[in-house]
Structures are given as C-alpha cells and as structure tokens.
C-alpha cells in the first residue's frame, strides 16, 4: 500500500509545484505585459517565427485532415446514403474541433518544442543571467514576445486551416464522391455559422497559453546542464498536447453553455 | 564604510550549506580577490553581489543600498551601475558582437545610434576586436568572447566590476590584456571583486585577497599583510597545502 502511495504523493506534489510556478510565470507575464519597456520588434520577430514558419507545416497538416474527413464520412455514409451530409459534417468539424486542435498540435510540436530548448540554452550559456545582470527583464525581452506571439498567430493559423481544410474536403468531396462543386461549396457555406467560427477562434486562444507557457516556464528551469533542455522540451511539448486535449473538453463544454445562453 | 559591504551573507541550496556567515567589505577604488576551493560558494557570492542570487541571510550593501531586500524591478539601478564579467562570457548568440555591444547602450541610454557605433568601435578598439564587429560569437574563440564579454560589461562606465574566472582558460597574451583591462579601471577608481583560481593574475591586480572556506572568510589580508605570514591559511592554499 505504501509502494503506491508514495509515487502518488511524490506526482501529486510535483503536480502542484509545476501549477505554482506556472501560476507564478503566468502572474510575471500579466504584470510585466502593461509595464514598459515594450519590445516591438522582438513581437515581429516570433511572429515571423511562429507564425510564417508554421504556415507550410499547418497547410500539409490542414490539406490532410480535410481530406481524410471527407473520404472517411463520405465512404461511411454512402452505405446510408448520406453522402449529401459529407460538406457539412467536415465543414462542423473542423471549424469546431480538428482545425484548432491539429494546428495547436503542430505548433506545439514545432514552437513549443523550439521555445523551450532556445530558452533553455540560454539559461545553460547564462544569457539570461546576462539578460538580467544588464538590468533588462527575461519575462519581457524573452518570455511576452514569444507569448503574445503565439496567441496573436495561433487564430490565424487556425483561421487558414479552416480554409485549407475545408478546400481538401471539397477536393476529395468532387474527385472521390462524385459531389458536386457548386453544391458542396454551398453547403459549407450554410453550415458554417459565426459560432462556429468562434469556438475554434477561442479555443485556439487558450492553446496558444496551453502551448506558450509550459515551453516558457520549462526552458527557465533548465538547472543541470544541456541534458535537461532535452528533457525541458519534451516535458513541453508533452504538458502542451496533455492541455490541448483535456482542455479542448472543457472548453468545448464552456463554449456549449455559452451559446446555449446567449 | 565600503563600496560594497557583505555582512554575515548566508546561503544555502537544498540541505547543502554554502555560506554560513560570510563577512567582508572592499572600499572603493578597491580590487578584492575571492579565492577558496571549487565549490566553495565564490560564483554564488558574486551572483548575489548583482541580485542573481538572493541570501538566505544577511545584508549586501552595494554603494549605501541594501540589495538583499530588493525585488527584481528595484535591482535595475543597481545593475546599470554594477557590471558582470561572465566566465565564458555569456554573449547572446543570435546577437552579432556590435548588437551585444549596443545591446546595454539601447536598453538604458537614448544615445543616437552614431554616438553607438563610435562607443562601440572604441571599446572594439581598446580590447583589440577591431574588425570582429559582425561576427556571431559562435564564431569567436574562447580568449575573443571572453574579451567582448568584458566589452560589453564596460559599455555603461560602472563603477563597479564584477568578474567571474575572468583569465580561466585563457592564453598568457589575452591573460595580460585582460590583467591591464583590470589595472586601468582600477587606477579610474572603479571598484571590482575578482574570483580567480588564477594567482598572478590575483597578485597582479588585487589589493586585498579573501579565502573562503567552510562557508566563512577563513582569512583576508593586503597583499603585504600575507606576504608577512607564511604560515597563513592563504598561503598554504596559494601553495596547495589547504582547499
């Protein structure tokens, strides 16, 4: 009994240390974001990073998830003969669900990844003791940048995987369906409502806090070495997936209840 | 009474003691070498002596202030005044060497960006690095990047130094540049404590030596006070007969 109680605690415990000092990350961020100096060009920059360098990753990404949904609702559903539902089942789908989940996943992996080994070297190399000892602030030249980066450029990208999305499922929809162009193009756009548009939108919202401060809060506690900006970036990207995909329930719960109220 | 002033500092990391009541002080203008065993604590005191590290205990008065209870955003002051020498330098290595060079003249200065370059080419000048100003450190040896390093720790006049193992590794030309680097400032009135297993290099340049041991300051003196004593507790470590 104690054999299991013990790693449980031991998780338990480093559970609530990893939500305290990202509380405590996320708090610094809050407090330095409306305290200048603001670095405007460093924005640019990990928009560029974040953003421009995504785009074919999330293009192939958003190309194939339509695609795919396409062919397997229209093969699942011609049986029933429901084939005429395919535009507006991945249309839904991917404006709701799979455009911003795929897209926070791919950035994830790709930003997520990338922010947390960067900031971890230059912990490992001391630039962020530099950073400090020439009296600027890590949280304001290293961690808002990159933040405010990813929740500016993640509604985009997912704003393109939907487009992008929708054109795969329209592709396959005409060639392997046999569907017509004008009709399909139509129905998508009678499915595709504000709402929906604005659940996925404020989804990817929460992901791009989801994906950005885990990366941040574990490149800053990079402590031993290069070995563990390794790990750091696992750990990143891991803890990043994990709360896109649990959040994503409840998010998507919340944003239910709200249009059901508004 | 000094400059900078460390009063009954305490530290520890986990259960580990590192410093249990160090005490010293260095008048201004003065150069004070910290010597004592690898894992003695001599970075941690130096880290602390900018706010990089917080006590567990203890006062650190730089220049009349009371560091020790400053918050980070207080400490800016402070920094703009008290330079860092990294051991390996820490350049940010997307930054070309004129951008790290440029980067404390931007952040706290609205000087035009010519009085920059002419800045910068000047302190290029003084460490001979003229013509490595577009280089990324990645391409710099190790004696270059320590050299900018000093550079960029210059950039603001401070009017304290401070400097990790600044020579360790170095070859004897950049070892002597390095050495008069020090000597001049101090003969400007710059104050500086140096950490160094290097003892020309500490004899060169410091008027007072510290040896911590066993978390404390075992012994510290002038350069002739310990000259006196033979037997002290720094010449034995100078002579490898203590750690």
């Not at chain 1, 962020?128 to 993640?154: E, F, H, N, Q, Y």
């Not at chain 1, 704003?159 to 009709?183: C, H, K, S, Y």
Request: proline share 4%; hydrophobic share 45%.
């Amino acid at each position: 009994m104690a054999s299991m109680i013990l790693p449980l605690s031991a998780m338990f415990s480093d559970l609530v240390h990893l939500a305290g000092g990202m509380g405590i990350l996320s708090g610094r961020i809050l407090r330095d974001l409306f305290r200048g100096p603001f670095y405007f060009r460093l924005l640019m920059e990990q928009i560029a990073v974040v953003g421009m360098k995504s785009l074919p990753l999330i293009l192939i990404t958003a190309g194939s998830i339509g695609m795919v949904m396409s062919l397997q609702f229209g093969l699942g559903l011609e049986k029933f003969g429901g084939k005429l539902y395919v535009p507006k089942l991945v249309t839904a789908t991917v404006l709701r669900e799979l455009g911003p989940v795929f897209t926070s996943l791919m950035v994830a992996a790709r930003v997520g990844a990338g922010i947390a080994s960067e900031i971890g070297s230059m912990v490992v190399t001391q630039q962020i003791d530099a950073i400090r000892a020439l009296g600027t602030s890590p949280i304001k030249k290293i961690v808002i940048p990159r933040v405010l980066a990813c929740l500016i450029t993640l509604p985009l990208l997912v704003a393109v995987t939907n487009i992008v999305a929708t054109l795969g499922g329209l592709v396959v929809g005409v060639t392997e369906l046999r569907l017509d162009a004008n009709f399909y193009y139509l129905k998508v756009l009678g499915t595709a409502g504000l709402p929906d548009y604005f659940s996925g939108i404020a989804k990817s919202v929460f992901f791009a806090l989801f994906i950005s401060i885990p990366a941040c809060y574990y490149g800053l506690n990079v402590k031993n070495g290069t070995r563990e900006v390794g790990l750091a970036t696992t750990k990143a990207v891991v803890s990043a997936s994990i709360l896109i995909l649990v959040g994503d329930f409840f998010l998507t719960k919340l944003l239910w209840m709200i249009e059901k109220w508004a | 009474m000094g400059m900078i002033e460390v009063v009954d500092f305490k530290k520890s990391f986990g259960a580990k003691v590192v410093h249990n009541g160090v005490t010293f002080y260095v008048k201004k203008g003065e150069c004070l070498g910290l010597i004592g065993g690898s894992g003695a604590g001599k970075s941690v005191i130096l880290r602390s002596l900018i706010g990089l590290e917080k006590p567990d205990e203890g006062r650190i008065i730089i220049d009349g202030e009371n560091i020790a209870a400053m918050r980070e955003n207080e400490l800016v002051g402070v920094r703009k005044k008290v330079a860092y020498v990294f051991q390996g330098g820490a350049l940010f290595d997307s930054m070309t060497v004129y951008e790290n060079l440029a980067y404390p003249l931007r952040e706290h200065t609205r000087m035009e960006e010519t009085a920059i370059k002419n800045r910068i080419l000047e302190q290029l000048a003084e460490f001979g690095l003229q013509g490595s100003e577009s280089l990324y450190p990645g391409n710099l040896s190790g004696g270059m990047q320590k050299r900018v390093g000093l550079a960029r720790a210059m950039m603001m006049n401070p009017e304290i130094v401070l400097y990790d193992e600044p020579t360790a590794g170095l070859d004897p030309y950049n070892t002597k540049v390095i050495q008069e680097h020090i000597l001049n400032l101090k003969n400007r009135g710059v104050t500086s404590i140096l950490v160094t297993h290097d003892m020309p290099t500490a004899f060169a340049v410091c008027d007072k030596l510290a040896f911590l041991l066993k978390g404390r300051i075992g012994a510290q003196g002038t350069l002739e006070e310990l000259k006196k004593d033979p037997q002290g507790l720094i010449t034995k470590f100078i002579n490898g007969e203590a750690s």
